[in-house]
């Protein structure tokens, strides 16, 4: 039997570039998996983390970019 788990003990988090000036409202990501994109809530940084498929990500930042939605 095999685990999907990633563990992600020593993985380094990047914040989100749309942070806003306090620190919240904002998720992380962490880069360089091989197929994945783990994003976590930067206000739980112990919380869990929910994995997308890389694809499935870079479609999300693409649809939000082309969107021009206003930053509050």
């Given at each position: 039997m095999t685990s999907n788990?990633?563990?992600?003990?020593?993985a380094v988090w990047r914040k989100s570039t749309y942070t806003n000036g306090?620190?919240?409202?904002c998720v992380e990501v962490v880069d360089?998996?091989?197929g994945v994109v783990p994003v976590r809530d930067s206000k739980d940084p112990h919380g869990p983390a929910i994995v997308f498929?890389?694809?499935?990500?870079?479609?999300f930042v693409s649809a939000v970019k082309g969107a021009a939605l206003p930053r509050s």
């Open positions: 788990r990633i563990d992600l003990s020593t306090d620190g919240g409202n360089g998996l091989p498929p890389a694809a499935a990500w870079a479609s």
